[in-house]
């Protein structure tokens, strides 16, 4: 039972942990900062929030189950009261000497709610459950502990094979030999003169309690020899918006063949005619128009073909302005759009993978939903192997979901807000 009782101004407070091994309060200070352990934030509707003497901002722990915390470092601190999960009964008790501090920020980095959890307790109210999760965000970037789950993650699906990808007369159509599509969820080519295979796989992100699902197929960059693949694939999956997440060369190299006409140009393409009819350079991006003509079947379609230039050669970009910018764009441009559109960079996994994170992330926010990006990867793992490539890539996404919501740049639509 959640109790206390008053002697020389402290008081003992008494906590046991939520479903999820929760107690919902962060503490600041130790030995090693020469600075007190004060509570710095208490989670609302947590056993820290609800325990009666409630735990307050500000207030200096000075015993933990018994034990003078006098002298103790912050981490030292954080695992005493960790550990009291593993007590029988599973319970803390914390002498506290109330609200000895007036909450001006100490520069030093938050817990996540000790301790460590990945998802928002069930008892949070729905209203403030996504300022839940980007609290819980932001915590877990401070801590380390959002990259170090997110490195622990599968890179590729257990038990998903990929044996298409590898048959003999494939391996050509593959531009890195060690990434290729699930055979699950791979694009399969109907009109194939050379086979029905290429590298490229169906992402589909739902969007709960809104209906929506983003259809992406996220491939590589076109080879010389998949050029013509690749604008069937755009035919058959009836895409209109082409989305290219890196330029053709970087550091000397490849990175993805020109698979498109210069401008006023054509290019043909067996019974496929490309058309470039409108091209404009902005510092970060190229917007292009095509037009995709099935001489065949004697029919015209349009085409957007958007490229974003200022991804650097090496790491992510220092600041995300450009490229929130530039998905603010690819949305704009998805509007009404129920058709797959097709992402790619070069191998088809880490900036593809950036962008489709960050516009689900997007979408999940303006539907007032929790935003648990190692919960998106999953899902987008599970479509496609190793999407979001490398730890500066996760970290990079996660701080822009944070200033698109700190800055209110999307924010819940009216219909969601609750």
């Known amino acids: 039972a959640n109790g206390h009782e008053e002697s020389q101004g402290l008081?003992?407070?008494?906590?046991?942990p939520d479903d999820q091994g929760r107690f919902g309060f962060?503490?600041?200070?130790?030995a090693d900062q020469n600075l007190p352990i004060l509570v710095s934030r208490v989670a609302p509707n947590t056993p820290a929030d609800t325990c009666i003497p409630r735990l307050t901002e500000g207030d200096q722990v000075l015993m933990i189950n018994g034990r003078d915390v006098a002298g103790l470092t912050h981490d030292q601190v954080v695992?005493?009261?960790r550990a009291s999960r593993d007590r029988h009964p599973a319970e803390l008790v914390l002498t506290v000497r109330p609200n000895v501090y007036a909450?001006?920020?100490?520069?030093e980095p938050d817990f996540q709610y000790i301790p460590d959890a990945d998802h928002v307790s069930s008892k949070v109210p729905r209203s403030d459950v996504l300022a839940e999760s980007m609290l819980l965000l932001s915590d877990g970037l401070e801590s380390g502990a959002a990259i170090a789950r997110f490195d622990q993650?599968?890179?590729k699906k257990p038990g998903m094979s990929m044996n298409i990808a590898k048959l003999p007369e494939n391996l050509n159509k593959n531009r890195y030999k060690d990434i290729s599509p699930y055979d699950s969820t791979r694009v399969i080519l109907h009109g194939g003169s050379n086979g029905d295979y290429i590298n490229a796989s169906h992402v589909n992100m739902e969007i709960p309690t809104s209906g929506i699902v983003n259809r992406y197929i996220a491939c590589q960059g076109p080879l010389p020899?998949?050029?013509m693949n690749f604008w069937l694939m755009v035919w058959e999956q009836q895409s209109t918006l082409v989305v290219m997440v890196t330029t053709l060369m970087e550091r000397g190299r490849s990175k993805c063949h020109k698979y498109w006409p210069n401008l006023y140009d054509t290019l043909e393409l067996g019974p496929l005619r490309v058309t470039c009819i409108r091209e404009q350079e902005k510092s970060s991006f190229v917007f292009r128009e095509f037009t995709l003509i099935n001489n065949d079947k004697k029919e015209e379609r349009h085409i957007t073909h958007m490229q974003y230039t200022a991804w650097p050669d090496h790491g992510v970009p220092d600041e995300p302005s450009d490229f929130l910018e530039f998905v603010y764009q690819v949305r704009q441009n998805r509007i009404g759009m129920v058709d797959s559109a097709i992402v790619h960079c070069s191998a088809g996994i880490g900036r593809t993978g950036?962008?489709?994170?960050?516009?689900t992330a997007m979408c999940l926010i303006e539907a007032n939903e929790p935003v648990y990006p190692l919960d998106i990867v999953k899902a987008m793992r599970d479509q496609r192997a190793m999407l979001i490539q490398t730890i500066s890539q996760y970290k990079f996404v996660c701080e822009a979901i944070l200033k698109v919501y700190n800055e209110k740049i999307v924010k819940p639509l009216k219909e969601y807000q609750r």
């Open 11 to 16: 008081a003992t407070i008494k906590m046991k």
């Open 354 to 359: 950036v962008l489709i994170l960050m516009e």
């Open 153 to 155: 993650l599968y890179r």
């Open 103 to 107: 909450g001006e920020d100490v520069e």
């Open 225 to 227: 020899n998949t050029t």
């Open 79 to 81: 695992k005493l009261i």
């Open 26 to 30: 962060n503490v600041k200070g130790g």
